[in-house]
Structure formats: structure tokens, C-alpha cells
T-cell receptor, first 117, second 115 residues
Framework: AQSVTQLGSHVSVSEGALVLLRCNYS??????LFWYVQYPNQGLQLLLK??????LVKGINGFEAEFKKSETSFHLTKPSAHMSDAAEYFC???????????????FGQGTILTVHP | EPEVTQTPSHQVTQMGQEVILRCVPI?????FYWYRQILGQKVEFLVS????????KSEIFDDQFSVERPDGSNFTLKIRSTKLEDSAMYFC?????????????FGEGSRLTVL
């Protein structure tokens, strides 16, 4: 069975500062990894995903994440935080690569990002 | 931009009552899901649905839960006899067929409060 751990339930940064949200996963097979963002009163929106190939993946809104198999990590970063980045971020893993099981995601507990002026 | 829509956004019900949560997935999507998030806890997979049948379900999805696609557009989650512990945000999601790397598109959620 797979699992996801997000280190830090709350992260606070200054506007313009680096954003680093940590995610570690556990999986017995090669994982598919995702970051979702949830703005207040909205659904979960995909930021980026890693499936195969390049381990550094770029997503929307200037976010990127790097898959590090040796560290079982998939940390999310953004060089310069913006006020509009304030939201809750979820890391998720899927270990079934296709078919009907693909959408079965295991989520981390979420990290609330606060950006202050 | 196509989106997944869910109704109601918030429902309050008495313990033991039946509740139906409704979802309209994106029109060309063929895989449908329900997830839930109890306040302060992780988002959890409940069930996946494809070709008019359940393809996978979690341990949470017991006999009091059921899903249905009654027509070509709606996808519903029914809780037959609600319990206090069913209070949660329920998310519907859908994805395209045939692309294993396709993303899930989530709705905004339906918050269920059981009193």
C-alpha cells in the first residue's frame, strides 16, 4: 500500500520568498505523483504531475517539483511567492498506471501556505 | 473551461436520514470518482465508477453507500442512513478515458453535516 506524508501542516513565507512544500511517499512500485491546490471554497486543481521521464516537472503558476527516487520525495517549490499562492496544497500518489485504478489517489494531509506582505 | 459541478454545496441532515449528493462530470469523461475529507483529515478515496459499474471501492464504502449514473450526465452518491461520522466534504472527480496520465478534475465539493 502507498502512503504520503507532507511535512508541515502550515507554512508561512513572505511575498517574494522561496516556497518549499515537502512531500515524501511510500510505494512498493514506481509511483505517479501529483500536487493539487485548493483555494478557499473551490475544488482541487492539479498543479503538476510526475509520471515517467524527466524528474523535474513544471506546473502552473510557476511551481515545479522534483521526483527523487532515492529520497522518496516530491517536494514542491516556487522561486518567488505571490499573495495569490495562499491556499492549501496536497501531495498525492497513484501506483496503478492505467485502467480503472488510475484515479485512486492517496493524499497527504495537506499544507496550508500563508503568504504575508 | 469544462468543469465538474456538484450539488448541493452544503447539506445539513439528521442522523439516520438518506442523503443524495449529485455531480455532473465533464461531458467527455468516462471515469468517475468520489472522495471525502473529514474535517482536519486527509482526502480519502471512496469509489471509482466506469462503464456503469463500480470498478474499485475503499473499506469506507460500505453497504450504506451507493453510486449511480442515472442518466448521461449525472453521477450520484447516496448515503442510505447517515451517521454522525459521515459529516465531511465529499468531492466528485472525473477523468478522460484512454490516457493513463490523464489528470482527475475535481468539483468544488459538497459539505455534509449530520446532526
Amino acid at each position: 500500500a502507498q502512503s504520503v506524508t507532507q511535512l508541515g501542516s502550515h507554512v508561512s513565507v513572505s511575498e517574494g520568498a522561496l516556497v518549499l512544500l515537502r512531500c515524501n511517499y511510500s510505494s512498493s512500485v514506481p509511483p505517479y505523483l501529483f500536487w493539487y491546490v485548493q483555494y478557499p471554497n473551490q475544488g482541487l486543481q492539479l498543479l503538476l504531475k510526475y509520471t515517467t521521464g524527466a524528474t523535474l516537472v513544471k506546473g502552473i503558476n510557476g511551481f515545479e517539483a522534483e521526483f527523487k527516487k532515492s529520497e522518496t520525495s516530491f517536494h514542491l517549490t516556487k522561486p518567488s511567492a505571490h499573495m495569490s499562492d495562499a491556499a492549501e496544497y496536497f501531495c498525492a500518489v497513484a501506483t496503478d498506471a492505467g485502467g480503472t485504478s488510475y484515479g485512486k489517489l492517496t493524499f497527504g494531509q495537506g499544507t496550508i501556505l500563508t503568504v504575508h506582505p | 473551461e469544462p468543469e465538474v459541478t456538484q450539488t448541493p454545496s452544503h447539506q445539513v441532515t439528521q442522523m439516520g436520514q438518506e442523503v443524495i449528493l449529485r455531480c455532473v462530470p465533464i461531458s467527455n469523461h468516462l471515469y468517475f470518482y468520489w472522495y471525502r475529507q473529514i474535517l482536519g483529515q486527509k482526502v480519502e478515496f471512496l469509489v471509482s465508477f466506469y462503464n456503469n459499474e463500480i470498478s474499485e471501492k475503499s473499506e469506507i464504502f460500505d453497504d450504506q453507500f451507493s453510486v449511480e449514473r442515472p442518466d448521461g450526465s449525472n453521477f450520484t452518491l447516496k448515503i442510505r442512513s447517515t451517521k454522525l461520522e459521515d459529516s465531511a466534504m465529499y468531492f466528485c472527480a472525473s477523468r478522460q478515458a484512454g490516457v493513463s496520465t490523464g489528470e482527475l478534475f475535481f468539483g468544488e465539493g459538497s459539505r455534509l453535516t449530520v446532526l
